[in-house]
């Protein structure tokens, strides 16, 4: 069941922010019922007033993909610009957010500021209870 509806609460463990340089606003990231598709939404958030906010005008996300990926640098999109034209869909403010794959490295863009880099984090996998081997500092010993 998706849910990607903003989180309401400052309590919620699964929300996580990014401050972003020089501004009062946070980069807010949470599932939204994503997990099945690997994915997050993330939004805007105004730490002063304790809201979400629209995207500036001014304000670009785009997606930087890792060396040797097969994605190419790309605009993000808001849910809110891509069904704008849906008939029905009713865009109030602050509830602008955007959904992004787990890992993806994006950067937002601003008039006059350095490029503010940042990585959605991964989600853990799946594995039944058996835990994942780790890669380790030293060279493994025989047994």
Avoid: H
Avoid at 8 to 13: A, G, L, R, W
Avoid at 52 to 77: H, I, Q, Y
Wanted: hydrophobic share 40%; with cysteine.
């Amino acid at each position: 069941m998706l849910n990607q509806d903003k989180p309401q609460s400052d309590s919620n463990e699964q929300v996580l922010y990014l401050q972003i340089p020089d501004s009062k606003l946070a980069i807010r990231i949470w599932p939204g019922g994503l997990q099945y598709l690997g994915a997050y939404c993330l939004d805007l958030f105004d730490i002063t007033k304790k809201i979400p906010v629209d995207t500036p005008n001014d304000f670009e996300f785009w997606n930087v993909p890792r060396p040797g990926g097969a994605s190419s640098v790309m605009k993000l999109c808001s849910w809110q610009v891509a069904f704008a034209s849906v008939p029905g869909w009713c865009i109030l403010p602050g509830d602008e957010k955007y959904s992004v794959s787990e890992g993806s490295r994006i950067v937002l863009v601003r008039p006059g500021k350095v490029p503010f880099y940042f990585e959605i984090p991964s989600m853990p996998m799946e594995t039944g209870g058996v835990p994942l081997p780790q890669p380790q500092a030293t060279l493994p010993v025989l047994e």
